[in-house]
């Protein structure tokens, strides 16, 4: 039975890639209908309407064909605020939320994640993407939708993060979450929160050992082992917990979770590029060492 779910390598859409949500295009005319496209967008999601929504985005869908992710990316953001909101309300007054608004929302910050990092040298268009997001998240919802907005991208550039500096000491990892039959074994999944570290603008990256494992993580294996990394700390933010110590006894593998401390000023706001200085912390403090540094010095 496979334990991890992957994304395969995505197929990028670069003829249109430029164009796509910003309206810097190189006509007058292509403005115009993007512009048209962006207010159409905005105003639907102001107005609330599935109908006028579902709308805007097939008209997207037929502009850009081949667009597919970023158009579900773009308009899963609808769904997360909505989610987030009706968590909040409901945990409020019961005490607790249905297990299935946090797998939404864990489903939704796993794909944004991968869109991300697979985006990762398309700045300008990443740039404009992340404005089109605060935007919607403004409409949605005002100071509130704003400030999901922030603590959400916060969580995946940092996510994003940690997952390229691994890429960058080539390291045997991924973007992952647990496979279809462990999401439905509900007995290993908790409704808690991300580890809470005391503020967001720390000085020192730092790696702490946890029970439970918010996803999207990033797994390392090696022939002992799997090891989960994860930046999710927000307390206002909800995702699914998963129990590490049992999802390891169900797969009869090894595992162990980490949360990771990465400051914001260690990673790219845009496009979640990690910094020299934080590659090179991983590089000497990775809990378990470094696979690749072990086998470059054995060669």
């Known amino acids: 039975m496979a334990a991890i779910h992957e994304f ?7 003829g249109q890639r430029k164009a796509f949500l910003t309206v810097e295009a190189h006509d ?4 115009a209908e993007l512009q048209l496209l962006r207010s159409q967008l905005l105003d639907a999601v102001g107005s609330k309407s599935q109908d006028a929504i579902g709308t805007a985005k097939r008209a997207y869908e037929a502009r850009f064909p081949d667009e597919r992710e970023a158009i579900e990316t773009l308009f899963g953001m609808v769904g997360f605020l909505n989610y987030q909101r009706a968590i909040e309300e409901i945990r409020e007054r019961d005490g607790g939320a249905p ?4 797998r939404s929302q864990t489903e939704y910050s796993f794909l944004m994640t991968h869109f991300v990092k697979m985006n990762g040298e398309s700045r300008v268009f990443l740039d404009s993407f992340w404005t089109t997001l605060q935007e919607v998240s403004k409409r949605w919802g005002g100071d509130r939708g704003e400030g ?4 959400f991208r916060a969580s995946i550039v940092t ?3 940690i997952s390229r500096a691994f890429d960058e000491l080539h390291e045997d990892s991924s973007l992952s979450h647990p496979d279809e039959d462990m999401n439905r074994a509900t007995d290993l999944w908790v409704e808690g929160r991300p580890v809470q570290v005391k503020g967001g603008k720390l000085d020192e990256p730092a790696f702490i050992e946890v029970d439970t494992m918010t996803y999207p993580a990033t797994a390392v294996r090696d022939g002992r082992q799997i090891r989960l990394f994860t930046t999710h700390r927000d307390e206002k933010l909800d995702w699914l917990s998963l129990n590490v110590k049992r999802y390891s006894e169900r797969i009869g593998r090894g595992m162990k979770g980490y949360f990771v401390v990465v400051p914001y000023k260690m990673v790219d706001w845009v496009t979640g590029k990690p910094t020299e200085e934080l590659v090179e912390y991983f590089r000497v403090h990775l809990p378990g060492g470094s696979v690749s540094e072990t086998a470059r010095k054995a060669a």
Do not use: F, I, N, S
């Not at 395969?8 to 670069?14: G, L, V, Y």
């Not at 007058?28 to 403005?31: I, K, T, V």
């Not at 297990?99 to 946090?102: A, I």
């Open 8 to 14: 395969p390598p995505q197929e990028q859409a670069k």
């Open 28 to 31: 007058a005319d292509e403005r």
């Open 99 to 102: 297990q299935g608004l946090y």
């Open 148 to 151: 999901y907005e922030k603590r």
């Open 159 to 161: 996510q994003v993060g």
